[in-house]
């Protein structure tokens, strides 16, 4: 635009001397029929060529007020934050690095880079050292712009080889990876539709769940004593949906009623509970009581039927059962019932008129006498009050 402006402006300037070096030799300017044709002409000209002129520069200096200097547009980087009480830091992605320091929870730092199976993040810094943390104990954003690490520290050859101590039953021990026994670490996929019909289990389940609790009626979750099965409900430890999710979305039909019906998996809980706890895993939900047996079952029942846990359930679970001595079911004193209390139980209703007149109101997804036709809604509670 200037360079216009330029050429524009020469060309008046040449063309005004132009004008001039023709102009009669007297100093005043002639006036009315004196003028010449051509003279007329190129004073237009002239006239026209400083319109033009001006016009362009005022639209240059209006464009150069318009234009703003460009911000600079902030660089994302991948941010992690612990998510355990307390987490090693080493010289190289593995457990056979030295500890360099430790780390807490809610601490945060910029990740420099992963190893090549990137279940190790690098970052800066602690202690005024770099180290190395293991990835699923972290909360990541923008995780996706991690890049593999240059210049990896290469395992020490030197690391003792371990021992073959046997590890107490149903306990993890406390380092920065799962034990060999934990269940695979994945993200929840319903990589089909779930259907509650596909994990359905007979009444009589619930028989067995008393003789396996040596004849109490018993919800472990919180301790409480139960005087017939027409209070509790079917607890299935690991939720049916959270297992769909988990990996039984892709199992077949007998393997999914195999689970539904397993009594590794089953237990009693009040109405009230079971609903607090429908589909819930155990990052999201956790009993009262018994936490310890609670959590080792789940690990159990999961690596029984090759079901994955998210990150945020693995690393509650182990961090529950690093601290347990014990993952026996504890009781507290409850009155051995008799056999009229489990057998047979009462009638189920018909419909919502007859289980409310019979006090089976809000029946729970585990109820015994829960049916989808009288859950009108949806919500996993039948005959809502």
């Keep these: 635009m200037k360079g216009i402006i330029a050429v524009l402006t020469l060309a008046l300037v040449l063309q005004t001397a132009f004008i001039l070096s023709r102009s009669p030799g007297s100093t005043q300017e002639p006036t009315g029929s004196q003028l010449p044709t051509e003279y007329k002409a190129l004073t237009t000209e002239v006239e026209r060529l400083s319109t033009d002129v001006a016009e362009l520069k005022a639209r ?59 279940d190790w993040y690098r970052f800066c810094c602690v202690g005024g050292r770099g180290g190395w943390i293991y990835a699923p104990l972290l909360l990541c954003t923008n995780d996706e712009l991690i890049l593999v690490a240059k210049n990896i520290p290469t395992r020490p050859t030197d690391t003792p080889t371990p021992t073959n101590t046997p590890a107490p039953t149903n306990t993890l021990t406390p380092t920065d990876t799962p034990t060999p026994n934990w269940p695979r670490i994945a993200p929840k996929n319903r990589c089909s539709p779930y259907n509650q019909s596909d994990y359905s289990y007979p009444q009589s389940v619930e028989s067995q769940i008393v003789r396996q609790m040596g004849g109490r009626i018993y919800s472990p979750y919180t301790g409480q004593c139960f005087s017939s099965t027409g209070e509790t409900e079917i607890e299935h430890i690991v939720a049916r949906s959270e297992a769909h999710d988990s990996g039984l979305c892709a199992a077949s039909m007998a393997t999914r009623q195999a689970f539904a019906r397993d009594i590794l998996n089953l237990t009693l809980a009040s109405p009230s509970v079971n609903r607090q706890k429908w589909g819930k895993d155990a990052a999201e939900w956790l009993p009262t009581m018994n936490r310890c047996w609670f959590v080792s079952q789940v690990v159990a029942v999961k690596r029984k039927y090759g079901l994955s846990m998210d990150p945020a359930e693995a690393q509650r679970v182990q961090s529950i059962l690093n601290g347990c001595s014990s993952t026996d079911m504890q009781f507290t004193e409850c009155p051995t019932p008799s056999s009229s209390s489990i057998s047979p139980p009462p009638p189920c209703p018909r419909n919502c008129t007859e289980a409310h007149a019979m006090g089976m109101s809000n029946m729970g997804i585990g109820h015994r006498c829960y049916k989808p036709k009288l859950d009108g809604d949806g919500d996993g509670i039948a005959c809502e009050s």
């Design 60 to 118: 240059v200096s209006a464009l150069e007020a318009g234009i703003a200097t460009p911000t600079p547009t902030p660089v994302s980087v991948p941010h992690c934050v612990v998510n355990r009480e307390r987490v090693n830091v080493r010289e190289g992605p593995g457990v056979a690095f030295a500890v360099v320091g430790t780390v807490s929870r809610g601490e945060g730092f910029d990740i420099r880079g992963s190893n090549a199976a990137g």
